[in-house]
């Protein structure tokens, strides 16, 4: 079993910068690679960014040059640095984590809300 927890989510103006963590804990050894998924209202959830665990990066096209996210082993933390938001970037952010087993993990979700 792994246990996320996320923190970081808040209100931004349009064109600025946030930074979502995601702490690891349980069974970190089991895992092949975090994410960061997001849900609007009204919309399905998708991914924003992922890393495996051998450092490998993936992002929506959506964020894509704007967003950043990365890995520190010591702390079992993830993270998504988020620059030049937008209005549309508003939603419920969720970590991710699948196992060798392909088991998904979720985190409880962190609201981000972009002003314009």
């Known amino acids: 079993q792994v246990q996320l927890v996320e923190s970081g989510g808040g209100l931004v103006e349009a064109g600025g910068s946030l930074r979502l963590s995601c702490a690891a804990s349980g069974s970190i050894f089991s895992i092949d690679a975090m994410g960061w998924y997001r849900q609007a209202p009204g919309k399905q959830r998708e991914l924003v960014a992922v890393?495996?665990?051998?450092?490998?990066?993936n992002y929506a096209d959506s964020v894509k040059g704007r967003f950043t996210i990365s890995g520190d082993n010591a702390k079992n933390t993830v993270y998504l640095q988020m620059n030049s938001l937008k209005p549309e970037d508003t939603a419920v952010y969720y970590c991710?984590?699948?196992?060798?087993?392909?088991?998904?993990?979720w985190g409880q979700g962190t609201q981000v809300t972009v002003s314009s």
């Open positions: 890393i495996s665990s051998g450092g490998t990066t």
């Open positions: 991710n984590a699948e196992d060798s087993d392909d088991d998904y993990y």
